[in-house]
């Protein structure tokens, strides 16, 4: 069975006492109102991460996330941040090639290749980000495009590992636009990516890897994204900055 998920991605947002506030609220309310099997990830920004964890680590389906990490192990990389840091500090999921993150920052299916091996060498579960731009979408070729990033930055891994990535589908048209992807948009792309992992792994193994959706969810749209069969939960920005919604998104994934 795979795992249902929803990450909540702070990208850069919150000063030190909004991420002491949100993240208590969130814990405090996912413990007294979920009582489903899925789990809770949340990634604010690195300064927060220890402070956030206190919150965090010690609830059992709620999971510290990072937003980002250095392809390299350790050493003279001024500014970046190493798998062994963040699992240092109790981090269990890191988020890779995030749209923006391959927009601002270069971010390369090479790159992210190794950045991916990094994560799990570190026995930390990566959140493969990936998804189109409305240029891509409009010219149809979307499932080709999406199907290359996987290719180029999971399928080098064994049988054995790429059943330990988490994969996020997030069309570049509905990040943060308030335009989400129809629930049938997202069941076919997850659909489609699945028959790619099949092809390359097989069916068995297809069917073990969680693919979450991402882009503009909210509590409102929320039940009827996780009800799609090949939608395993979601990867929330905006939405994740509000405690009572966030839980709300959670909740509809039961
Ligand atoms: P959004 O962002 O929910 O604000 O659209 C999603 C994401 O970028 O992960």
Redesign the pocket.
């Known amino acids: 069975m795979r795992k249902k998920i929803i990450a909540g991605?702070w990208?850069m947002n919150t000063t030190r006492e909004q991420a002491e506030i949100l993240s208590s609220e969130v814990v405090n309310m996912v413990a007294d109102e979920v009582n489903s099997d899925a789990l809770v990830v949340i990634a604010p920004p690195f300064v927060h991460l220890s402070l956030v964890g206190k919150h965090v680590l010690p609830h059992p389906n709620v999971y510290l996330g990072a937003q980002n990490c250095s392809e390299h192990e350790r050493g003279a990389y001024t500014g970046d941040i190493s798998v062994e840091i963040l699992q240092s500090v109790g981090v269990e999921y890191i988020?890779l090639g995030?749209?923006?993150r391959r927009e601002h920052a270069g971010e390369s299916n090479e790159l992210l290749a190794a950045k991916v091996d990094s994560v799990i060498s570190g026995e930390i579960t990566p959140i493969f980000?990936c998804g189109e731009s409305l240029e891509i979408r409009e010219a149809g070729t979307e499932i080709d495009f999406v199907s290359k990033q996987l290719t180029e930055s999971l399928f080098h891994l064994s049988a054995e590992d790429i059943q330990k990535v988490v994969i996020?589908y997030?069309p570049i048209w509905?990040?943060?636009?308030?335009k989400t992807a129809t629930s049938q948009q997202a069941q076919d792309m997850h659909a489609a990516l699945r028959a790619h992992l099949a092809s390359k792994y097989g069916q068995e193994i297809a069917d073990e890897i969680s693919i979450l959706y991402?882009?503009?969810?909210?509590a409102a749209n929320a039940t009827e994204l996780f009800g799609q069969p090949d939608v395993d939960g979601g990867?929330?920005?905006?939405?994740?900055l509000k405690s009572r919604e966030f839980v709300e998104i959670v909740k509809s994934m039961a």
């Open positions: 991605n990208k988020i995030h749209s923006e980000c996020a997030e509905a990040i943060g636009t308030g991402g882009g503009s969810v909210k990867l929330v920005g905006g939405a994740s």
